[in-house]
């Protein structure tokens, strides 16, 4: 394909472990709050791997991890804190990963929409962003609470297509994690998952049409892509 022929297309991204690594800014403020209870704190290798459900499960999975138990209404309360904590020093310690601004422009420069499927907050997610200065590339920022049914549940991946102003069937899934896969293969949308990202268990694992190992081959294996499934 030439330049220009993605112009029909959507591209979707999760964001945590796939466009930025934030582990190092939720590590941050997971031990912030788990300081509150007097709690162990967490390490980076082990917070990569939980990240992907959204804050509150963050927050059992950690706070399980070391032995403790809490009520719905204590997890509620370490969560808000959580969120403050993250909130307060978003992309301190975040960056995109290495090639993410070179794809976003390739893929924009050839005319694809771009969007963001991402099981973290909408208003989080915009925030981070804006921070890294990467929602210029964006027709759309879809969070967990923008949609009824979230990421494993195609209703999401849909929404962040077609709210990107594209179609499901011209479209691509670039994600980390289970959840990503499964949204994207109900839609019936090809998707491809990065090898850095925050998966536990492996990249090959996780049933993506392609592992990507390095975002300069993003453009011409979405191309690729589009053209097997149209």
């Not at 949609?147 to 962040?160: D, L």
């Not at 499901?168 to 990503?180: E, L, Q």
């Amino acid at each position: 394909m030439s330049s220009g022929e993605l112009a029909d297309s959507t591209i979707a991204f999760d964001l945590d472990g796939t466009l930025v690594d934030t582990a190092p800014d939720l590590v941050r403020a997971l031990n912030e709050t788990l300081d509150l209870e007097g709690m162990p704190h967490a390490k980076l290798s082990t917070v990569r791997h939980m990240v992907g459900q959204g804050a509150r499960r963050l927050i059992e999975r950690a706070t399980t991890l070391v032995g403790a138990n809490f009520s719905n209404e204590r997890l509620d309360q370490l969560t808000t804190a959580f969120i403050q904590f993250y909130s307060a020093d978003i992309a301190g310690r975040s960056a995109p990963f290495p090639g993410v601004i070179d794809a976003l422009d390739q893929l924009a420069a050839q005319g694809a929409k771009l969007s963001v499927c991402t099981n973290k907050r909408t208003d989080l997610s915009m925030q981070l962003l804006d921070a890294l200065n990467l929602s210029r590339y964006f027709s759309a920022i879809v969070g967990a609470d923008a949609v009824t049914n979230r990421k494993p549940h195609p209703e999401h991946y849909a929404a962040a297509i077609e709210r990107a102003g594209g179609v499901v069937r011209r479209s691509v899934m670039i994600g980390d994690t289970t959840a990503d896969v499964a949204a994207a293969r109900a839609a019936g949308a090809p998707v491809v998952v990065v090898r850095f990202g925050y998966c536990d268990g492996g990249a090959d694992s996780l049933g993506a049409d392609i592992v990507l190992d390095r975002y300069s081959d993003l453009a011409p294996i979405c191309r690729r892509l589009l053209t097997a499934h149209s």
